[in-house]
Every structure is written in structure tokens, then in C-alpha cells.
């Protein structure tokens, strides 16, 4: 199987555990109806589903006892939610994505802002009952997913994101911090609690861990130079937002040169953090590299 | 020690470790320093503190194993994050809370908007780790506490309460739906909760859970019943804010004196099912009955 297949197959997983483990409301009247459409309608907006795999190819590098879908659906649910709510009129503002109607223009704020809560408190439901079975990896897991998605890592990354928009002037260390927790916690998250359902050591989820750190940075480096020189066409997406708002990016700090050179050393960094992982790392290498090199 | 003593000890033994549990950034800079301000804004807004109350005494029957002080905080980490996004402009827009101003008219929207979610995030980040010397308690807690808080049951009520006040022809169906999850689901879980860290069996587990069923229909037909009927000094909130809305309450669908034998008849149910566990239940029966009695 090429890697384009094997990417192709783990999305297509992770598309039918999404549809069968995230609910929708079939009881008596009256019931959670409208919440649970919602819900839905944001996960399977589709996208490129990058967390749920790197859960599944991390955990393809043992032999699991435990199915690593639930926890890349979790994760994915938790992604959803941040999306979600980072949509809101009173963060982002957007209409928008991925060409549909985002959430609270499909339905309404309110339920948008409920539809995103009761993604993130689903995904605790998922740890929590489908591991169940193994309450030591289901505490583990919860608290890997609670602490990248919780208020010192992917929330307060996303808080001081917002500060940052307001200023012109954010420091290349502010900046920093903004992505290594907006951006790389869940990725870390993803790697990492495949790991652990493959049964992989500490030193192990160290590398996972690093990888994801780096590849996070990677990720969001590409954004901003894409963001600067992509027209809008191929990026699918507004391109030079960033520019004409005057928020400070990779680009704009440190010039797209540095940064084309700064996004290489971040992805060389995940690619050593992967080589250093036991099984056949073949196609997280090839992931990395193709998230380095996309045009979108 | 009479029962009011031993409620303010719990209530202190709460704050005390709300203060601790809930995370105050004091890292380097740049650090996630807003965020943590307006998580503890409101969680240090004051309250009955009820639902923390219930898990600490539901806990106090038994001799349990664990504290039970982590978990009544993870509960009210998810009561107040409830309470932030139930304030904002989108769903009920409250100015003030306790006197005080809600978290988005102190900070803005979008700094409630992820406390919320902050909170609510670090409730299971709180579970996973402090009973995470029995993972097979944390997972039981984390699945308890997302289940009461999730789609199909507090987020599910509330997005019902929302379509409710739409319209004044909602069911006695449709009322029940809501107040057994809007309300109910939380009380149900902090008595669960307890019972479980005092290491309950099944059958003490059922009567925790149906007294918490029970107490939070009876919390909610005396609310309806308090609006209707008090003054506004007396209840230190707007009074009679349902007949103007034309909302559709206990006591509008079945008159106040039916609706005051039905508070009635919640918590005597309420007080049969403490009557079957063992312990001194003495405190939750004077607990249940001073919940009925109240005049705000």
C-alpha cells in the first residue's frame, strides 16, 4: 500500500468512527434533538482529520491491546470543539469552513457554543467507557487529552492568541508559546496517547512527545508562509489575512526566508523525534515531510 | 456540631480547596495569565456550593479510601463553567451574578467563552490526576461526571430549556426533559460521585442517584415556585422574571398550590431514598428539607 493509500484508509477509519460514536439523539420526544445535530453537522465537516491519524499510526507501531479509533475520535472531537468555538463572533468571527456554513450560522450561537461543549465533555465519555476495560490506560489517557486541551496548553494558547491580534507587536518568544500550545499540544497529545495505547515506554512517549512538539511548530510555520505567499485559489481560504491585519507571524517576524528555513529545522527535528521510534516509522516520516512541502 | 456548622465547615473545606485545585498561572512569561484570572473570577464567585456539598457528604457515610474534595471541586468546576456560558450574550445575557459581574462584563466575551471551556477541561484534568492511584475509581468518576455533563443530559437540557423559552405552550413532558438534565443530572452525579469514592455498592449507588433525581426536581419546582411568589429583596434576584417572559414553568402549567405539592412529593422521595443507605444520613435528610423550606 503507498502512503497516499494508507492515509486515505486511517481517514476513512476514522470518518465511520466518527459517524458511529458521536450521537445522534434517536429516543422519545422530548429529547437532545437539536444539540445532537449540531454536533454532527461540525464533525463531519470533514477536514484533513491529521490528529485522528497520527493517533492511529502511532499506535500502529505496537502491537495494541486496546483499538486506538475511540481515542483518535476523542481527540477529533476535541478539535472539532476548539474549531467550533474559536468560530464564535466573539473570537474569530468566521462564516465559514471548509465551504460550509460554520456552525452558529448553520444553526444559532447558542447552539454552537453548546454544540462545542458537549464535543469536548464526549470525548471524556469515549476515554472513559471505551477503556474502560483498562482503567489504567483510560485514567492515562484522560489525562493526557484534559492537560493538552486544558487552560496552560491548547485554551491558553488560543487566549493569547487573541491578545496577540489586538498588538502589532507580539515578541518572537509570545509568538512562540501562542503555537507550541494552540497548535502543537493536541499534536503531542495525538502521538503521545497513541503510544500509550500501544503499550510504548517512557522513553518512547519522550520521542512521541518531541515529535509532535516539533511538527506542531512545523505546521504552523507552513501556515504563515503560506498565509504570505499562497494566492487564494490554491490555498482554498482568504490568503494574506494576516498581512492586512497586521498580526504578527513567522513571516512578518522573522521574514518568509527565515521562516521557510525555521519551518525545514522544525520538521528535521520531528523527522529525528520519529527515527528515534521503534516498528516502521515509514509513513510518519512521510507525513511530516508532506506537511512541510503541501501548498495548502 | 448542629447541621448549619456543618455546613459552613463543608462549604469552607470546598473553598479552600477550590482555591488550591483551581490553577493561578505563576509561570515565566509569556503565560497564560487572563485566562487563569477569569477561571478563578468565577469560580470564586461565593454560591450554595450545594453540588459539592452532596458529593462531600454522600462521601462522609462511608470510610472511604479517597478524599472526596477533588472530586466536589471537579463538580463545581463544571457547575461554573455551566453558569459562564449559560451567562453570555448568546444565551441568557446576565449582567451580574451573585451582585457581582458576570465573567463576560468583567472580562469580555471571549475570555468567558474559554473559561468555560478552561473549567470545564480542567474538572477531568483534576480527576485523572488525584485519584490516579486508582485508576479504576478515576475512570468510574470521569465517566460519572461526563455523562451528567454531556449532550444527552446537562448540555441537552439547557439546549431544550433555550427552545422552551421560544415558546409558552412547552409540555409538562417537555418541562420534566429539562430539569431532570439541566438540574437533576448534576445533583445525581455529586451524590453518585461520593458514594463511589466511599466505595458504595450498586444498589446504595441507585438510591444516591434516584435522591439526586428527586432533590433536583424538587430544587426546581420551588425556584419556579420562589419567582412566582417572592419579592424581589427577598429573593436578592429579579422576582416574577417567568409570567413576563411568558415561560412555561411548574408553577404556570400546574398552579402554584400543585406545584408546591409536587416539590413536596420530589422531596419526600428524595428523603426516602437517603433513608436506604446506611451511614448517618441525618445531615443530607436536614440538607433535602432545608432545600424545600428555602425563601430564595
Not at 25 to 51: D, F
Not at 202 to 215: C, K, N
Request: aromatic share 6%; glycine share 8%; with cysteine.
Amino acid at each position: 500500500m503507498d502512503f497516499t493509500t494508507k492515509l486515505n484508509a486511517f481517514v476513512s477509519e476514522v470518518e465511520t468512527a466518527l459517524d458511529q460514536l458521536v450521537p445522534a439523539y434517536a429516543g422519545t420526544q422530548p429529547g437532545p434533538v437539536r444539540i445532537h445535530e449540531a454536533m454532527r453537522y461540525s464533525v463531519q465537516a470533514g477536514g484533513k482529520r491529521l490528529r485522528p491519524v497520527l493517533t492511529l499510526s502511532a499506535a500502529a507501531l505496537f502491537r495494541p491491546h486496546a483499538p486506538a479509533l475511540p481515542a483518535a475520535v476523542a481527540i477529533e472531537c476535541v478539535h472539532t470543539y476548539s474549531l467550533v468555538h474559536d468560530d464564535l463572533p466573539c473570537m474569530d468571527n468566521d462564516d465559514l469552513r471548509r465551504g460550509r456554513p460554520t456552525a452558529h450560522r448553520q444553526f444559532d450561537e447558542a447552539t454552537a457554543l453548546l454544540a462545542g461543549d458537549g464535543l469536548l465533555t464526549h470525548a471524556f465519555l469515549i476515554l472513559s467507557t471505551h477503556y474502560g476495560a483498562d482503567p489504567l490506560l483510560a485514567t492515562a489517557l484522560v489525562r493526557e487529552l484534559a492537560d493538552a486541551a486544558g487552560s496552560a496548553r491548547l485554551i491558553g494558547g488560543q487566549m493569547q492568541d487573541l491578545l496577540a491580534e489586538k498588538k502589532t507587536d507580539a515578541t518572537a518568544a509570545e509568538l512562540d508559546f501562542i503555537h507550541l500550545n494552540k497548535t502543537a499540544a493536541m499534536l503531542e497529545a495525538s502521538l503521545v496517547m497513541g503510544g500509550r495505547i500501544g503499550g510504548a515506554d517512557d522513553s518512547t512517549l519522550a520521542h512521541l512527545r518531541a515529535a509532535g512538539r516539533h511538527l506542531g511548530l512545523a505546521f504552523q510555520i507552513v501556515d504563515d508562509v503560506l498565509d504570505a505567499t499562497a494566492d487564494s485559489k490554491t490555498l482554498g481560504k482568504t490568503a494574506g489575512k494576516d498581512a492586512r491585519s497586521g498580526k504578527t507571524t513567522y513571516a512578518s517576524l522573522h521574514g518568509i526566508d527565515a521562516a521557510r528555513r525555521m519551518a525545514k529545522e522544525q520538521t528535521d527535528a520531528a523527522l529525528s523525534a520519529f527515527n528515534a521510534l521503534p516498528g516502521d516509522t515509514a509513513f510518519l516520516l512521510w507525513l511530516a515531510e508532506s506537511m512541510l512541502s503541501r501548498a495548502k
